[in-house]
């Protein structure tokens, strides 16, 4: 009974089961680590900053999951964090000064600090790191600009399924590689055996891996980022803010330290924001200055706002609505497949993925693809089950909740081909009910990033 | 902070309820309520509210025959802001362990349980226009169903502090 207690406070709903983060039964965690975290925290800061990973807490169905902790950890407990357990690592879900809704709200309208440092950052090197990512994504590295940024996915061979999803970097002499924390030994697995066959087939050319572990990753998100990042930045980099445009990054020099930190223009809310990645003995005190000079538009947002607002701006979560049986074209994704590798292919599952972009009169095509959905009535979550006029299946919820900004139900799911066009209509069934729902295009609410002027081309 | 809200619940209750009392039989009823300091229900004199492991509450009419069911403050505050309330319906009858309805958050979606079976008669139909009431004030005026019973809820029920002592604890 008492482990039971500790995992369900009202029972989830019935279309639902899946393992959501935000489910009451987080809450319910969040409750029990935050006990442990009291505990922990009492403890000679120093100690835990030099250990800050690998902390085993002593709470039901845990014993055998080791729980990381972020370089921000104790920064987030100051500022009064729920943590929940996410991608290994004990993460905020939210702070005591805003609930999810205000938090949400915070960052379309002012700025929000997220710690992203539990994702995983990797560098690649060599003469061959080039070829290799190239063939282990179907996005057109070559192309790719130095201090350029891009979304991508890694490949499985053969299917052509998605094992992860990725922003990938030209930096100067290396690829900077971000990827999801949930994944983070699936991908090392794959990362492991994809080098090793690339050093059999190309001896002559190395590519070199290596993780950044430690390495600080924060998001600063909404619309009065820049104005809240300038403030910390030498007066070289305040002054590129304004030309650095979404998708671009540099690196920056952090006020009267030596820190030098990489700012991306980049984000996972479709606000305006950075990413901003710092050196492991830098990452508190950099979070801390920006927290003390931004006072007024800076507030921590966790992950509860994190997936209110991704889901918003119509992007995926990876686990939930992508996963190992997703090409990038049901995904909707087609648009990272570069123009030179839909002619040459030369990627894992590029018979499949290049077939599929075919038109259907050519035998290409998908037969499920992702699209948004605004439900009626109550809100449609994971699991929940699209169906037609018939009553028939035609798909499936992959994420949903109300839309804070737009007060309207928002779902995203994978609907039968011919079903996704905007507009169609279709209903979803929640607790047995059928609930009218129609299919929208993403994102729901505009994006606002700081994109290049189109005009400014020559 | 939970103490602050449930004063401020007990003060608004009796400027309300009190207006809001049907006429006859108000005198007795009302100063029969205040002395017991009953001020979290409107209806006459009540059987002790009871709570559920599932962060439901009940109180019992004190003829026993109507069984008003709610979530609890705890839960109420878990959830954070509630978007969408689905009721049962009147006249449906439930069974002990029902889901009966449902309360959306933006966090997350989370049944409500029945621990008593008998017959829905009645539903706060305000809840579905306003669902964000049942943040303010779930343990009064933001009730969910009210249903005729015909027995004892069978299942474990704890008072009012058992109730604490059991979110505290878990």
Redesign the interface.
Known sequence: MASKRAVTVLRPAVDGLGPRLLRINCAQKTVNTTRTISSQASRPRKLAQQQPQQVRYASSGAEKEQVSRTALYELHSKYGAKFVPFGGYSMPVQYSDLSIVDSHHWTRENASLFDVGHMVQHHFTGPGAEAFLERITPTSITSLPEHQSTLSTLLHPGSGGIIDDTVITRLPGKFYVVTNAGCREKDTAYFKEQLEAWKSEHSDQPVEWKILDGQGLIALQGPKSAEALARILDDKTKGDLKSLYFGQCVFATVNGTDAEVLVSRAGYTGEDGFEISIPPHATEAVTQFLLDLAKDELRFAGLGARDTLRLEAGMCLYGHDLDDTTTPVEAALSWIIGKDRRAKGGFHGDSVILQQLKKKSEGGGVSRRRIGLIVEGSPAREGAKIVNEAGEEIGNITSGCPSPTLKKNISMGYIKDGMHKAGTEVEVVVRGKKRKAVVTKMPFVPSKYHKQPTTAKA | MAARSTVARAARQLTFAAARRPAPFVCQKWQAQAQKQRLFSVSGALKEKKYT????WIEMSSDGKICTLG?SE??AK????V??I?LPQTDMEVSEGD?IG????????????TPISGTVKEVNSELENKPANINKDPEGDSWIAKIAVEGEPAGKLMSKEEYTA?TED?
């Not at chain 2, 878990?78 to 802001?81: K, V």
């Open positions: 492991e599932d962060h439901e979530i705890y839960a878990a959830l954070g802001d978007v969408y689905e889901a449902a309360v959306e958050s933006v966090k997350s979606a989370s049944d409500i349980l059991f878990a």
